[in-house]
């Protein structure tokens, strides 16, 4: 069995275990994706090349795998140099683990409706690169935007829960906050 496979097996183990009596919960999910997903680059994975070509127009997002019930997916997520996305929810769990380049993760604390509306509240930043493995998002932390910097394109290997290319996602302004939904969508290789 070839080592995606395996890890694709292991995912879904790990993403089964989420129902009955023993649940786990998401930050149990991304911390057990997180040491598949490490060790998945540790072990020299290669991505097929049709997975890593940049787009000179906005940064691509490839199938890698979707589950048969959608309760996961799999992503080459392509940057060029330069590229951000803009400041966005997932709303769901996420893992990224960096194939090539570097990420420029800006995060900001999540609104909650409680919270009145205006700017969002920056919490950081930090550069991902290759080899590095992050949990990008849960339910309760999952506002950001990333950049490629660098002198070449950023690639990462993202694992979420849910079909990520057909989720009903937030798209945030960060000085007003406010909100417009989007769905991404997947790239075709």
Not at 149 to 174: A, F, L, Q, S, W
Request: glycine residues 10%; aromatic residues 8%; contains cysteine.
């Amino acid at each position: 069995m070839n080592r995606l496979q395996t890890f694709i097996d292991d995912v879904a183990i790990v993403v089964r275990s989420t129902g009955g009596e023993h649940e786990i919960d998401e930050h149990e999910i991304t911390a057990r994706v997180g040491e598949l997903l490490s060790a998945l680059l540790a072990e020299g994975y290669r991505l097929p090349p049709e997975l890593t070509r940049a787009s000179s127009t906005r940064h691509l997002t490839y199938p890698m795998y979707i589950a048969p019930d959608e309760s996961w997916s799999m992503a080459s997520v392509v940057w060029d140099v330069g590229q951000r996305t803009n400041v966005h929810s997932h709303e769901t769990w996420g893992v990224v683990g960096i194939y090539a380049g570097v990420e420029h993760e800006i995060r900001y604390l999540k609104p909650t409706s409680s919270t009145p509306s205006g700017p969002l509240t920056p919490a950081g930043d930090t550069r991902w690169t290759p080899g590095q493995v992050t949990v990008c998002c849960t339910t309760d932390d999952d506002v950001h935007a990333v950049a490629a910097v660098g002198g070449e394109p950023t690639i990462g290997i993202h694992v979420y829960g849910g079909n990520i290319g057909t989720t009903k996602r937030r798209e945030y302004d960060p000085e007003t906050g406010e909100v417009r939904w989007f769905v991404s969508g997947w790239d075709k290789p």
